[in-house]
């Protein structure tokens, strides 16, 4: 059993703040990874995703709360005896040693028997394709293949738990894509628990089981790939999940009947979600993905507002259409995504229509989503 368990974890560096107080970088950390899981944790650069995979490889030590792997508290645990292997964004390959004698060196140094190590460094090699290369050295690799050797030094450890520390970053945009899903497919073959860290949300998505999704050290969700997209529980989640991101515009809720309406932008977007009671005359943010606003008789919608086209950029199978409103929380320019067949120019005037099952509510204060 691999499952890590965090509770109330706190890291704090030694190092000190302008006022002589320890920086806290990890306040309170709580979280369930499952076995056998493919969790990823994603956050802006700084937010801690390195800090809390290395705690959980004993790199860095816990400052409070209990770290458990599996039943084990693992506070006081050296990195050797917890059976974990973690593959780093360099690689960290020795450059003088064989491909072969890289995977091999780890289990050398452990005293496992030859005949034990040559059989586990030949079967990652097939996992991983490398066995036309063992003779090599890495300088003579690819760096896709560097980072299979890499993997595959991790692999040969049979260890409980995979850490992965943005172990794509440093690969061209086509090769990323395509380690993923090696990277996937080797979860699935290998069933333990991996431990991902990016700062790349479409990595997250296309690879987590569940994603973690952190900010200033904080948890802000932890959920699937698919209900972070559709329910995510603040506008920080909602605008870095999803690319181009959420546009948020500033509304007020009115009653409407039995019901009510969001009013933005000289339009009534009617909604019947009872969370919005307490909303009543009062300003809240919706939020409205890029593929929700459509182009006029594209789509059938009682509700759109008008816009001037800022600039549209072609993408081939869509246009990124830019504009601005009048209620900006953000003050980040809006997108609509519009099937490139509408010919749609910069410089237009041109109606966008809203699918309203797809629009989002923030309260304008604490940015909490107040429904979906
Ligand atoms: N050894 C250290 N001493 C002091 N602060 C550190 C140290 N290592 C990292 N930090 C700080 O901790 C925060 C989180 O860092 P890190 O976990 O590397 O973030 P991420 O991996 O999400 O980019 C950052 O603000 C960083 O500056
Ligand atoms: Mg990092």
Redesign the pocket.
């Known amino acids: 059993m691999a499952n890590i368990t965090f509770k109330h974890v706190v890291?704090a560096?030694?190092?000190r703040d302008k006022k002589g107080e320890k920086?806290v970088?990890?306040p309170d950390l709580n979280l369930e990874i499952y076995d056998k899981e493919f969790v990823v944790?994603v956050?802006?650069?700084?937010?801690?995703?390195?800090?809390?995979?290395?705690m959980i490889a004993g790199l860095?030590d816990v400052s409070g709360g209990e770290l458990y792997i599996g039943d084990r508290l693992v506070n006081d645990v050296e990195p050797k005896d917890r059976d974990i292997a973690m593959v780093f964004q360099s690689y960290a390959l020795y450059p003088h040693m064989t491909v072969y004698k890289n995977m091999a060196f780890g289990l050398e140094l452990r005293k496992t028997p030859k005949e034990e190590i040559e059989k586990r460094v030949l079967e990652a090699a097939r996992i991983l394709e490398l066995e036309p290369y063992l003779k090599r050295k890495p300088k003579e690799l690819s760096g896709g293949q560097r980072q299979r050797v890499a993997l595959g030094r991790a692999m040969v450890r049979n260890p409980a738990v995979f850490l992965l520390?943005?172990p794509l970053s440093n690969l061209d945009a086509k090769l990323r894509t395509e380690m993923r899903s090696q990277i996937a497919a080797l979860h699935k073959r290998l069933q333990t628990t991996f431990v991902y860290?990016t700062?790349d949300q479409t990595e997250a998505m296309t690879m987590g089981d569940r994603i973690v999704v952190?900010k200033d050290?904080n948890i802000h969700q932890v959920d699937t790939p698919q209900n972070l997209y559709n329910q995510p529980c603040n506008m920080f989640v909602a605008s870095f999940i999803g690319s181009p991101q959420m546009n948020f515009i500033d509304a007020k809720v009115e009653k409407d009947g039995d019901a009510y309406a969001l009013c933005f932008e000289g339009c009534r977007v009617p909604s019947n979600k009872a969370e919005l009671a307490d909303y009543v005359g009062k300003e809240v943010v919706v939020g409205i993905r890029p593929e929700d606003l459509h182009a006029e008789g594209s789509f059938n919608s009682s509700c759109g507002f008008p816009i001037h086209v800022e600039m549209a950029e072609m993408m081939g199978s869509e246009i990124y259409v830019y504009f601005n409103v009048n209620g900006n929380p953000d003050g980040k320019k809006k997108i609509a995504r519009i099937p490139s067949r509408e010919n749609i120019h910069s410089d237009d005037d041109v109606r966008l229509l809203i699918d309203v099952n797809r629009v989002h509510v923030f309260d304008k204060e604490t940015q909490a989503a107040i429904c979906h």
């Open positions: 890291k560096y030694d190092s920086i970088v990890v944790l956050g802006p650069s700084g937010c801690g995703k390195s800090t809390t995979l290395r860095e520390d943005e860290v700062h952190m050290g």
